[in-house]
């Protein structure tokens, strides 16, 4: 037996293929307006001196009467005091202020206006109200998802039984202001 021929197959005249080089354009590597010098061109150009006229001092104080003209401004928290002892202090308040042992009107300072006006109005839980026995808040957790906001979480004990009472805190004006209080 013979081998079989194997022949090329009949292929139509392919065209011959050519390289082209197109330049694209492109930032050129050093700045053609100008070009770098190699040699000290002599002395810097002076700078002008400012305009006259009063500057504003960095070390100056905003007045109170600069607040009142733009309303309330966000603080962040390096400027803050401690979030976890404001948190406390603001739950402990809250409470003794339901349990009738303080005037509602003490949470003013640490709450907004908003929230005020529905804490004035709210009827109180009821395990707050009733009862002799003193209410301790435990433990206190914080956490602060964005600069200069704090949510806080705490446990309030009374006559064995325990609550939760959760609170988001905003640093507003320098200080820590409650902007939403729910109690369990």
């Known amino acids: 037996m013979s081998a079989p021929s194997i022949s090329a ?22 700045d053609e307006r100008h070009p770098v010098r190699l040699v000290h061109p002599g002395p810097r ?10 500057r504003p001092r960095l070390d100056a104080r905003p007045t109170p009467e600069d607040d009142a003209d733009f309303g309330s401004t966000w603080t962040r928290r390096a400027q803050l005091p401690d979030a976890r002892a404001a948190g406390r202090r603001l739950v402990t ?22 929230l005020f006006a529905a804490l004035s109005g709210r009827r109180r839980p009821r395990w707050c109200t009733e009862g002799t026995s003193p209410l301790l808040v435990g433990s206190v957790r914080v956490c602060e998802p964005v600069d200069g906001v704090a949510e ?19 640093g507003i004006d320098g200080q820590w202001r409650c902007t939403a209080l729910q109690i369990g």
Do not use: S
């Not at 308040?93 to 908003?114: D, I, K, N, S, Y």
């Not at 806080?152 to 905003?170: F, P």
């Open 152 to 170: 806080v979480a705490a446990v309030a004990r009374r006559a064995g039984r325990a609550h939760a009472v959760a609170a988001r805190l905003e």
């Open 9 to 30: 197959p009949a292929h139509p005249a392919r065209p011959h293929l050519q390289l082209v080089v197109v330049r694209t354009p492109g930032p050129p590597l050093e």
């Open 93 to 114: 308040l809250t409470l003794e202020a339901f349990a009738g042992r303080r005037p509602v009107t003490q949470l003013q300072p640490l709450v907004t206006p908003q």
């Open 45 to 54: 150009p002076r700078r002008l001196p400012p305009a006259p006229g009063p």
